[in-house]
């Protein structure tokens, strides 16, 4: 599947990183190593992840640590929306 990106992942990535290079730089770049795998495996598999209707409605969702990958599928399209933690009131991102 093609996969797309929202406008605000580059952001989303780059907040993560900041956050996490406060306290361990070499991490935060491991860690948004595998951020971008699991958006990787999100586009190759996209229907193994559980629809999210809770979330929003056809919305997805993918966990890496305490963070959630929000994306939809559209027939061959994978659209990612955002990357946030989990512990964030979900359906007013989507």
């Given at each position: 599947?093609?996969?797309e990106y929202s406008l605000d992942?580059?952001?989303d990535l780059d907040e993560i990183a900041a956050y996490i290079a406060a306290d361990n730089p070499r991490r935060a770049v491991s860690?948004?190593?595998?951020i971008r795998a699991e958006i990787d495996r999100i586009g190759q598999r996209p229907l193994m992840y559980q629809l999210r209707p809770d979330v929003g409605e056809d919305a997805r969702l993918?966990?890496?640590g305490r963070y959630v990958i929000l994306f939809w599928i559209d027939g061959d399209?994978?659209?990612i929306e955002r990357v946030v933690q989990g512990?964030?009131?979900l359906p007013v991102l989507f």
């Open positions: 599947m093609h996969v992942i580059e952001e860690f948004i190593r595998e993918a966990v890496v399209v994978v659209r512990n964030r009131f």
